[in-house]
């Protein structure tokens, strides 16, 4: 059975805008959808520790990520593949990886900073909900006898 071309047209995605609508000057890009990202970090009023757990976390995601895309290179003949060179590819895409979290990395340090604040434990009274910081939400326990943790998951209540 043969299709009429009129109807594998129909198949085909829709050609640009005449009018350049939607459109940006570079034939290589397209229009960009909003997206749902955390908003950048203000770094200086950070913790230096949360901080540096964040870059450190971020660098490890980046070190996996850079070791993952090694192994997917094909190796040849005219490298010269010994372990000494694969120590050494592996501390400088270390090295790389590290400055490229310190850099900004791809993003990731600030969604962990972000959630890290946005669940930050405080000494005083133990885990502080971020609802229960905005005054939306009050924790309360009928008993009178339980009292909010760090060391449990999540802040749930914790029998003392």
């Known amino acids: 059975m043969t299709v009429p071309i009129t109807s594998a047209r129909s198949l085909l995605p829709p050609s ?9 000057g570079n034939a290589l890009t ?11 970090v203000d770094r200086s009023k950070v913790d230096p520790q949360t901080l540096k757990v964040a870059q450190g976390m ?3 995601f980046l070190d996996i990520m850079m070791k993952a895309m090694r192994q997917t290179v094909p190796e040849n003949g005219m490298d010269l593949e010994n372990v000494g060179t694969r120590v050494y590819q592996g501390m400088l895409d270390s090295e790389y990886v590290e400055k490229a979290a310190r850099a900004g990395g791809i993003g990731l340090s600030d969604q962990i900073i972000a959630y890290l604040e946005s669940h930050r434990y ?5 885990y502080v909900d971020p609802a229960a910081r905005q005054g939306m939400v009050k924790p309360s326990d009928p008993t009178g006898n339980a009292r909010l943790t760090g060391g449990t998951h999540e802040g749930q209540l914790d029998k003392q």
């Open 16 to 24: 640009p805008p005449k009018n350049n609508e939607g459109w940006s």
């Open 30 to 40: 397209v229009p960009r959808t909003p997206s749902h990202r955390v908003i950048p």
């Open 58 to 60: 971020e660098a490890m």
């Open 122 to 126: 405080n000494s005083n009274r133990g």
